[in-house]
């Protein structure tokens, strides 16, 4: 799911790191992305906005396609915000709350 080759392009990436999607294990490089990391594990669906699903958009963080919950801090926009290992990361409906996860 990665491009590992391209004719013009290089991928410089840190250490292969551990994080948590909705209670499952995915691997991720320290650094890229989390949407990154996420659309590399088969992972499309990054949020839902009025019962619509919500995927990897812009990519440089000016629209609301990607927020979600990151340890849990709600609207965390995940296309600019880089991998951590032993992140958190879960699916956010609506709009986020600090009290407690999301909201519908």
Known sequence: MRITDHPVLTYDHGEKVQFRFEDKTFEGYEGEP?????????????????????????????????????????????CVEPLKS????????GSGSLMGGTTK
Not at 49 to 69: D, K, Q, T, V, W
């Open 34 to 78: 989390i949407a990154a990391a996420l659309h590399a594990n088969g992972v499309r669906e990054l949020r839902e906005h009025h019962g619509r699903p919500r995927g990897f958009f812009c990519a440089i963080g000016n629209c609301s396609s990607c927020l979600m919950e990151v340890d849990g801090v709600p609207n965390v926009r995940v």
């Open 86 to 93: 032993g992140m958190v990361v879960k699916l956010q409906s």
